[in-house]
């Protein structure tokens, strides 16, 4: 059995206080993998912009921030000289 990085309770408690009023253990565990897998690209893409930034280690609450307006944490931000802050990287460009 794998280490858990979330506890059950709480995102079962997550889940009623967003309206469910009965939620089945399947649907804490699938949520739970979903949780890990976005936290894991959250912290991919914050180590990304930490490092563009000259920083090796340090992730910053603004490289969280960055990470979090880019495309809902699907596709990391565009960090070319000449690109504006707000256009995203497409795939072929990474």
Do not use: C, W
């Not at 976005?38 to 280690?57: D, F, M, P, S, T």
Request: charged share 35%; glycine share 2%.
């Amino acid at each position: 059995m794998r280490e858990r990085r979330f506890s059950l309770y709480d995102i079962e408690q997550f889940l009623r206080e967003a309206g469910a009023e009965r939620v089945t253990e399947e649907a804490v565990l699938d949520l739970e993998r979903e949780l890990e897998k976005l936290a894991e690209k959250v912290a991919a893409n914050a180590l990304r912009y930490a490092k563009h930034a000259g920083r090796k280690k340090l992730i910053r609450r603004s490289d969280i921030l960055l990470t979090a307006s880019a495309d809902a944490y699907n596709t990391p931000m565009n960090l070319s000289r000449n690109a504006s802050i707000t256009k995203k990287a497409s795939i072929a460009e990474m």
